[in-house]
Structure formats: structure tokens, C-alpha cells
């Protein structure tokens, strides 16, 4: 399901990472935050993880196309996947606004940092 750059967008986002977490696990999920940014009003939300893992999902729109990224914190900073893992498994993540792109790139962050997801 395509997920816009919009409020029912964004809560959709939040839907869908919820739910991925309680069926591959029920693993400790907490989103903290969710940040509206920049004049393409670009919808983060911010998550913690098992109580150790920080990451951020962003919908937004470039150039017209809305797309969807995410990004995990090591430090005070968050990083791209091109950053935080080798090149030719950063190419592996999406950069489509959907659920399926969600889950997907859910299920290889989860695959970085070493949990198992049903497929």
C-alpha cells in the first residue's frame, strides 16, 4: 500500500512499524518522536528498539515523487544505510513510500544488526 506525504501517511508509517515489530518477535518497540521537516514537510518517526537500537523511518517528497528511507543512530547522528553497511547491501533497501518497502527495509536493518524476521 503507498504510503503519502501527508498526516494519514505518516500514521500509516507508524502502523506499519508497529506491526512488523509484534509479529516478527514482539520485540520492545518505542517510537519517542515524530518530526515534521523541511518545506517538503518530510515525516520522521523516531524508534528505539529492544531498548538499544535507535532508528528513524522519513516519508517525503523529492522533486514531485514521494519516497521513504531509513536510517539508524550510532552516536548522536543518524546514518543512511550506505553509511552504516557496505555498499553492495545498502543497495539492497528501498526508497519507495509503501508498506512493503517499509517491511522490507525493516527486515534488513533487523538482518544488521543480527535478529532473525519472518519472511
Known amino acids: 500500500m503507498k504510503i503519502e506525504n501527508c498526516i494519514e501517511g505518516r500514521n500509516l508509517l507508524g502502523r506499519t512499524i508497529s506491526s512488523f515489530y ?3 518477535g514482539n ?3 518505542h517510537c519517542f518522536r515524530v518530526d515534521r521537516i523541511g518545506e517538503c514537510e518530510w515525516h520522521e518517526e523516531h524508534c528505539l528498539l529492544d531498548r538499544k537500537h535507535v532508528f528513524s523511518y522519513s516519508v517525503g517528497s523529492d522533486r514531485g515523487t514521494t519516497i521513504g528511507g531509513i536510517a539508524l543512530a550510532i ?3 543518524y ?3 550506505a553509511n552504516f553497511w557496505e555498499y ?4 539492497r533497501f528501498s526508497m519507495e513510500s509503501s508498506t512493503e518497502a517499509v517491511e522490507k527495509n525493516l527486515r534488513l536493518l533487523d538482518e544488521f544488526l543480527g535478529y532473525r524476521t519472518k519472511a
Do not use: A, D
Open 79 to 81: 546514518f543512511t544505510p
Open 88 to 91: 553492495e547491501n545498502s543497495k
Open 27 to 29: 520485540r520492545h518497540l
Open 75 to 77: 552516536g548522536p547522528h
Open 22 to 24: 509484534e509479529i516478527n
